[in-house]
């Protein structure tokens, strides 16, 4: 867990966590709780030797030269530390100050910025009024007004650039919720300004820095939480076992993460945003704010929660992340972020998709795009032969079906396509089931089965679920009965998705009853259209009929079929399932076009739904966390990173996206959903079909078992054998 993917931030991030924890930050927080007064903490000065003050800064003015994707690096490890002092106010107002001041302003004003003798309070939602060369109003509550010597004001859409101890500012620190780092109001009564203290029209531009780095402060501490709940539940004991087991806390913990990482995905891409295109980092700085803020207050709760009356207590440093996560959130969240995703979706705003590719990527991308224009040039049966000839068909796949494409080839592949309008064939399970084939068959399985899936002449389904099977796949109690040349199987599976027009399907027996639960299990195949199968249609509560029960009544099953070793097929199994779950995981969207429907309904209906604007903000927030956790799990792949958590994270977010979408439509659509006719049809269609995804491919709540197990190594329940 951390926003650091590559060497470079991974060794930063690890160079700053070492740093503060050297420095007992966490400690030197604690110790301004009950002190009079606020004063930089000790390690200021290493702070600056350093040289985080300037890591988002041009060399010219004595910065290091590089951008907010190094400076959320170290800003997420004092949000971890819930560090005190003026470091991130102080960096907010250079960051400004170097994007939207002049030569003569950034000259003036970046250096001490920058060498640590002056620090900044930032305010960007009061109600200031320059008129005539006079500024005067209240300013609101200013982030780091207690410390600081520079203040950085919105007014209207200008931002003003004062010391603090100019003539007519007023500056009063009462009592802080956050004492660690100290807030006060500033008002201006008559303050003569000048062109040097106004930053034109640089409102907004601020806003979305102030948005991006304190939300990285807060998916820091927001991660802290997670680590800090896990770590006490691990060992707290009650009921004779650790409270780690207790699925109740296991959820608690598993949503945590899934908050911290959504926010933290965000955060990362409305970095990288500040450098390629101000309208898309608008866009991501305030979906970062919308998601991130939210994620601190509750995981702090929560957090406390999981530690119980221990995490209630003055003596405990659970509080210093409520304190600081509540008034972030105070400042900069609430409403606003998710009103302005909202209203740059609406004027068109998009945030592409970008990768940084190593240099082998533009070697590549000649081919490819030759390959490309030649595909796109044929008719669709002649490209789907082409498709499976060249490996394109399935580029990650093992030769010769596929090309054994890296991370990097395959990205290339993606966009080349995309741009010369080829779609490769979606073959939905049977390309799960495939590729387990690939992985596991026979060569003569494989050559049997594998070009007759790729040309679709054969659909494949999944018959692993039964009765007593669901998430739990093991429990397994189809029986197959060794007899001569195979094995006669008896039993029943059911939820199979398309039996009912399928050829084969790969299937999960019981071959050893008095195996452990795993180790009995053999992976066969079966043919769907041999007497001794029954397949009767599940009527869903859609209407339509989508899965199955499925029937085998002493059903033959050759030696020839059998999948890998008798009794392993958990092994087989498995694979398949991951499969599964990589490509329920794998998208942003379910419905598509549903959120761009929900802007245009929500701006033509919003007296249906209070907040609307609101909620279909957040909704679209989410839509691009989802989106920018699969970035994160390819740019993964790209730098060798090694496995994070996105998959299992995107899993459960897009079951509950879906629900939430299709509720907004419902409540939109306001008494027309009661008819199936009209503008609203899809609407209860949509809420009727979206409860199905937090149960396809595993439900939600065993999804956030193997979070908490898998992820954040959390125990099992002792009392599940």
């Known amino acids: 867990m951390g926003i650091a993917l590559t060497d470079d931030h991974r060794e930063l991030a690890e160079v700053a966590r070492g740093f503060l924890t050297s420095q007992k930050a966490r ?42 994707p190094e400076l959320v690096v170290v800003i997420e490890e004092l949000g971890r530390a819930v560090a005190p002092g003026p470091f991130v106010p102080t960096v907010i107002a250079s960051a400004v100050i170097a994007h939207d001041g002049s030569a003569d302003q950034q000259a003036r004003l970046l250096p001490g910025l920058i060498d640590g003798t002056v620090t900044a309070g930032v305010g960007l939602v009061g109600g200031l009024r320059v008129s005539d060369g006079v500024a005067d109003g209240e300013a609101g509550v200013v982030l780091g007004a207690g410390l600081a010597d520079l203040l950085v004001l919105a007014a209207g859409d200008d931002v003003l650039v004062l010391d603090r101890g100019r003539s007519g500012i007023t500056v009063e620190v009462p009592e802080n919720l956050d004492p660690t780092r100290r807030s006060g109001r500033v008002r201006l009564d008559n303050v003569k300004v000048t062109d040097d203290d106004i ?20 998916v820091g501490g927001a991660t802290d939480c997670v680590e800090s709940a896990v770590e006490y539940a691990k060992v707290r004991k009650q009921f004779g076992r650790t409270i780690a087991t207790f699925q109740a806390v296991k959820h608690h913990c ?97 945030r592409e998709n970008s990768l940084d590719l190593p240099p082998e990527a533009e070697e590549l991308r000649t081919q490819i795009r030759a390959d490309a224009a030649e595909l796109a040039a044929l008719e669709k049966k002649a490209q789907r032969d082409k498709l499976i000839e060249t490996g394109y068909v399935m580029p990650h796949w093992p030769k010769p079906w596929g090309r054994a494409a890296d991370a ?21 399970i049977t390309g799960w089931v495939i590729l387990t084939l690939i992985q596991h068959g ?3 399985q494989i050559e049997r089965f594998v070009e007759k899936a790729l040309r679709k002449d054969e659909i494949w389904c999944q018959l692993f679920s039964e009765p007593e099977a669901g998430s739990d796949a093991a429990s397994v109690k189809t029986r197959a009965t060794r007899v001569d040349g195979g094995w006669k199987i008896n039993g029943q599976k059911v939820w199979t998705s398309g039996a009912q027009y399928c050829a084969r399907g790969l299937a999960t027996v019981r071959t050893d009853p008095e195996a452990p639960k795993h180790a009995g299990i ?39 079929d059998v999948v890998g070793a008798p009794n392993s097929g958990w092994t087989v199994a498995r694979a398949t399932l991951g499969n599964e779950r990589v490509s329920i995981g794998g998208s942003g969207s379910f419905y598509e076009g549903l959120a761009g429907e929900l802007v245009k309904q929500a701006q033509r209906r919003s007296d249906h739904l209070a907040g609307a604007v609101i909620r279909v903000g957040t909704y679209l927030a989410e839509e691009n966390a989802l989106r920018l956790l699969n970035l994160r799990r390819a740019a993964r792949s790209v730098e ?65 078992n193997q979070i908490a197990e898998r992820i954040l190594g959390m125990p099992r329940d002792p009392l599940i054998n």
């Open 27 to 68: 400690a030197a927080a604690r110790s301004l709780l009950d002190a009079p007064e606020e004063a930089r903490p000790g390690f200021w000065q290493g702070i600056v030797e350093l040289g985080w003050l300037g890591l988002h800064i041009g060399e010219e003015h004595g910065g290091s030269g590089y951008g907010l």
């Open 199 to 218: 930053l034109s029209g640089a409102a907004a531009a601020a806003l979305a820095r102030a948005r991006t780095l304190l939300a990285a402060e807060a």
């Open 254 to 350: 598993a949503n945590m993460l899934v908050s911290a990482e959504s926010a933290l995905a965000a955060v990362w891409d409305a970095a990288r945003a500040a450098s390629e295109d101000e309208e898309q980092f608008r866009l991501v700085s305030a979906v970062a704010a919308t998601l991130a803020f939210p994620a601190y207050a509750r995981n702090a709760e929560l957090n406390i929660q999981v530690h119980g009356g221990i995490g209630f207590t003055w003596e405990h440093d659970a509080h210093l992340h409520l304190r600081r996560a509540l008034v972030s959130s105070a400042l900069l969240g609430g409403d606003g972020p998710a009103r302005d995703v909202f209203d740059l979706t609406a004027a068109g705003v998009v």
């Open 408 to 428: 990097v080839e395959q990205l290339v592949t993606e966009e080349e396509f995309r741009a010369a309008g080829v779609k490769r064939p979606d073959y939905g």
């Open 442 to 444: 026979t060569d003569w």
């Open 522 to 560: 053999t992976t066969v195949i079966v043919d769907m259209k041999a007497p001794e199968v029954e397949v009767r249609p599940l009527r869903q509560i859609t209407g339509g009929a989508e899965f199955n029960e499925v029937f085998f009544n002493d059903l033959f099953v050759p030696d020839e």
């Open 640 to 704: 060798g990173a090694g496995p994070g958590p996105e998959g299992n994270v995107t899993k459960l977010k897009l079951a509950d996206h879906m629900i939430e979408g299709a509720a907004i439509s419902t409540a939109l659509a306001g008494p027309e959903t009661a008819l199936l006719d009209g503008p609203a049809a899809m609407a209860g269609r949509m809420v009727m079909g979206a409860r199905g995804m937090a149960i396809a491919g595993g439900t939600s709540e065993v999804t956030r």
